[in-house]
């Protein structure tokens, strides 16, 4: 049982290239979610899904782009990177919401440069 | 709005000492509240959780209790390990109609010294 796995786990881009993060779940969740890490700030929320082929933005959804067409997986896309993408990325799938705890990938560290 | 405010880290402690870790929030309504760690190099992973007010949260030694009437989730063990060295990151998690609300804290650094 894998869990929540994130693919790549690095990645260093020019500013301007374009990624996509892939993060995958084998637990069936419903609900999944791309959140980025920085320094002093904790985790902030960029988009959200509720279900295959739904999304939604989160607290700070400029400059990404998501898709969840199949429901085991969900995709973060930077069209034009920036240095201020420079982060640690978290994906996260959950059952439901309310009383239902997060469980999160290992993450990616992306750097821009 | 809602919000999550945790002691700021780093906190540095012996091993057997004490350990508290204090949440407070803002929130309208009844939320869920969590706390998770983070181990170096890893995602986030669930530690405990209460639902409703009055409820103790425990695991691996940790315990916080929901209070409502100070809006707090404090995080303590009574005898901390090397091994709990890691970020704590107090949450919570209050459903709206048709909107998201869940909420990260900032995180506090424990440092553990044998």
């Known amino acids: 049982n894998a869990g929540v796995t994130q693919t790549p786990k690095f990645r260093v881009l020019k500013t301007g290239q374009s990624m996509t993060l892939l993060c995958a779940q084998d637990?069936?969740?419903?609900?999944m979610y791309w959140y980025r890490q920085d320094p002093g700030m904790g985790l902030r929320l960029i988009h959200y899904s509720v279900g295959e082929g739904t999304t939604a933005k989160g607290e700070v959804p400029d400059g990404y782009n998501v898709s969840r067409l199949k429901k085991q997986n969900f995709l973060l896309g930077l069209e034009s990177a920036a240095p201020s993408q420079t982060s640690v990325y978290f994906c996260a799938s959950s059952y439901s919401t309310g009383t239902y705890e997060q469980y999160f990938g290992p993450g990616t560290r992306l750097t821009v440069t | 709005g809602d919000s999550v405010t945790q002691m700021e880290g780093p906190v540095t402690l012996s091993e057997e000492a004490f350990l508290t870790i204090n949440c407070t929030y803002t929130?309208?309504?009844?939320?869920?509240l969590f706390w998770y760690v983070q181990y170096p190099g890893e995602g986030l992973q669930l530690l405990l959780k209460a639902t409703k007010a009055d409820d103790k949260g425990s695991n691996k030694g940790f315990e916080a209790t929901y209070r409502k009437e100070t809006t707090s989730f404090h995080l303590e063990k009574g005898s901390v390990q090397v091994s709990d060295s890691a970020v704590y990151f107090c949450a919570l998690d209050r459903p709206t109609s048709g909107t998201y609300k869940y909420i990260f804290g900032t995180g506090t650094r424990l440092k553990v010294l044998a």
């Open positions: 929130a309208t309504g009844y939320p869920s």
């Open positions: 637990m069936n969740h419903e609900y």
